[in-house]
């Protein structure tokens, strides 16, 4: 498996207040850290002397801000819940004039990185495969994460049935759309932006919502 490398801690960010006393690192350094290697490496790698080794101090300084080993593992999964679930169920409530403008919507949390992190969200999945406690919280986010997708659908007059199957056949193509690592330019995605748009909601799409989201992301590509 691929090796992670370590993120910029607070102490060699020179946008950051510097450090007093004797703190060396920050809570927020020991999970980007750990998060880094649960993506990279797997949760059988997220361990305190490796961590700590890692940022070159002592295994004293993570006890200062995580009781043990299951406390960080239970704050990375309440940090993945709360960037990767909210970020959907709130892009899904947005405002929008149309449902395909719902849709996009939707679509600008798997645009844009920094929305939505797909590795840290294929990672948990498959921690969840060797924990039931970890899957049963992948189910709820599914099923979370699918209520408000259907919601989105009935507010703009769909029925429960159709939009719970619409639900579905969005958010289980997208999801697999990042699975399997399509390498496309985004400019191949945006020329099938308006077909997706029908195929999804049965809507015919118009210009000016077709033209809004392939500026924000052709942006959100553009950005360093």
């Known amino acids: 498996m691929a090796q992670s490398r370590t993120p910029v801690l607070h102490r060699d960010d020179p946008e950051k207040d510097p450090l007093v006393g004797h703190v060396k690192v920050t809570r927020e350094d020991w999970l980007n850290l750990a998060r880094n290697v649960l993506v990279q490496e797997g949760v059988g790698e997220l361990k305190i002397l490796s961590l700590s080794t890692r940022m070159g101090v002592s295994r004293s300084s993570f006890y200062w801000y995580f009781k ?3 406390d960080l593992l239970a704050a990375l999964l309440d940090e993945w819940e ?3 679930t909210r970020t959907i169920v709130t892009h899904c409530e947005m405002p929008a004039d149309d449902i395909n403008a719902a849709v996009c919507n939707f679509f600008r949390c798997f645009v844009d990185p920094a929305l939505f992190d797909r590795g840290l969200d294929f990672a948990v999945r498959d921690w969840a495969r060797r924990d039931v406690q970890v899957n049963q919280r992948i189910e709820a986010a599914d099923a979370q994460r699918l209520e408000a997708i259907s919601a989105m659908f009935a507010r703009f007059g769909y029925d429960a049935y159709d939009a719970d199957i619409r639900a579905r056949i969005l958010y289980f193509m997208q999801i697999g759309y990042h699975a399997v690592e399509l ?3 985004m400019e191949v995605r945006m020329s099938r932006l308006e077909g997706f748009l029908r195929g999804f909601t049965g809507r015919e799409p118009t ?3 077709i033209e ?3 500026v924000f992301a052709m942006a959100t590509e553009a950005r360093p």
């Open 68 to 70: 043990n080993r299951a």
């Open 82 to 84: 709360a960037r990767n």
């Open 183 to 185: 390498r496309e330019p």
């Open 207 to 209: 210009e000016d919502t």
């Open 212 to 214: 809004a989201f392939r």
